[in-house]
Every structure is written in structure tokens, then in C-alpha cells.
């Protein structure tokens, strides 16, 4: 029969339950799978950032010797910063293993925000810039900002947990709704000088915003669920 000293003899220690419960859920680390997946997103994020590296350091116009052509724009680059970035995250994730996942569940919130901290401003800065729309830096750093309070809610204990959730949410939508706003503009004026159509006075809202139009619909759609998911 147990009696309650021995009940409580029998207890694990709280920060011995803690690290079990924290081992337990992050057991499929170690799993072959996982492994495996972290190694191919490596060496394919690692090898396109290696041949994106090679052919726009060599690139050269045609009909131009014009040597460092990107070099001179970088801004052209971001696709390579993009996938270089993204595989040392993957890179850091074997190391990881490698090592015995020694605190996994931290390395896992390290890893990932590590990476959307630098991808995701950058993704921002270069959809911005492709379609030669303003406010490039300004959304890009509201984008970190965003995956910063990310970082925190997911690193705090409540109420702070939420109070940086809200914050987030607030200027993620902010931010969102700013930018699809943008990139239907460009496509509305891009498709408007290229149709060159006159209309009717009587259209509806939704003519008038363009959505009518798979023209300016269907790129609009492609390009915002690209960035956004």
C-alpha cells in the first residue's frame, strides 16, 4: 500500500518532468524521416543557391562584355540570399542531429525564426521591387517585426505569450492588406496600358478593382499565394 510519503517519494522532480515532457515531444527529431527530409532540403535549397551564385556572378548581357552585372545590382540577387539563408537553417538543423537534438525544442523556435527573420523581409523586398512598387524597406521590416513577435509568443509564458500574438496579428494584417493592395494596383495599371479598352461608365466595384479581369485576377492570385504561403 502507498502511503503519501511514498507517493510523493515515487514523484519525479518537477524540472525532470518538465525535461521528459520536452524530450517525449520532440522524440521524432530522431526519427529517420525527419532526418532525411532536413538533409534534402540542404542539399537542394544548398545546391540552388550554389548554381543561382555561379550563373549571376557570370552573368553578362547579350551583345555587352559588361564584367559584375549583378554585382552592380544586387537587388537582382535577393532569390540567391533567399535559398543561401534557408539552407544554413536546414544546415543547422543536421548539426543538430548530429549532435543528439541537446535541446531540440529550443533549436526548433532558433532554427525557424532564424529563418523567416531574413527570408521573408527579403521575399517582401523582392516582390516589391520586381513589380517597382514603394515602400519596399517599410513592408520588409514590418515582415520581421512580425516574425519577431512570432519568435516571442512562441518563447514567453502568458500573458506576455499573447500580448505579442495580438501585436503581431495587428501588424501582419496591416501589412497584408497594404500589400495586396499594391501589387493589384500594378497589375490593374500593367493590363490597362497593355488592353488599352475604354469602358463604360456604369461598371460595377468590382469591375472598377480590376477582378473581373482574369488578366489582372489570376497574376494577382499566383503572385500573392506564392509570397503568402
Known sequence: VKTPATQSFCKPPRHLAAHTMSTSSTAYLRTPVVQALDWVGFLSLGGTAAVLAYRLMTFKPPNKDILYFFGYREKGMISLYVNLFAAVAYYARICSHLSGDVGASTNIILYKYFDYLITCPLLTFDLLTTLNLPYKITYAVYVQITIFT????????????????????????????????????????????????????????????????????????????????
Open 150 to 229: 512570432g519568435f516571442m509568443s512562441s518563447n514567453t509564458p502568458p500573458p506576455a505569450k499573447y500580448m505579442w500574438f495580438c501585436f503581431g496579428m495587428l501588424l501582419f494584417s496591416y501589412t497584408w492588406f497594404n500589400i495586396i493592395g499594391l501589387v493589384q494596383v500594378r497589375f490593374i495599371q500593367y493590363f490597362a496600358k497593355k488592353g488599352n479598352t475604354t469602358q463604360s461608365r456604369r461598371v460595377s466595384m468590382a469591375s472598377k478593382a480590376g477582378f473581373r479581369n482574369k488578366n489582372v485576377r489570376n497574376p494577382l492570385q499566383t503572385a500573392l499565394s506564392t509570397y503568402f504561403c
